[in-house]
């Protein structure tokens, strides 16, 4: 979904992966900034987003904290997100979205809504989430 909100204009997002993963060899190769958000999400008039996926039970790592604490001494936003929902009251309150999902397209004068409602995803489509390699 957020691939929707790309293409119309609204915002660009990065999928931010870290992790590490064992070779054949078993030695471990590192990949990404640990602690680092899952997702971050460039929106309009300089906003920069970061969004953290994590499931009813997650809970945020001490290193997921400090980053975000980092993020937010910079003036960034940054939030934990456990639903679609949840992104798209984010987006509604940049003026991307309204509150019944439907995206709104960038034009020469604004944002104009797209004709038709979007269904609500699930918050793995809405994020093209994959799981992080094996560790």
Known sequence: MLRIYE?????LYIKNNSGAYKTEHGA???FGKIGSSDFLML????QTTFLEVKTPKGR?????KDFQRRVEQLGHRYFVVQ???EVWQILEGQGIADSKGVVRFKTAGGYENAKQ????PKLSDLL???????Q
Do not use: E, H, W
């Open 60 to 64: 945020q790592t001490d290193r997921q």
């Open 43 to 46: 929106l309009p008039n300089g």
């Open 128 to 134: 093209s989430y994959c799981p992080r390699p094996n």
């Open 7 to 11: 293409k119309s204009g609204a915002c």
């Open 83 to 85: 639903s679609a929902r």
């Open 117 to 120: 409602k979007q269904p609500q």
């Open 28 to 30: 471990f190769v590192r």
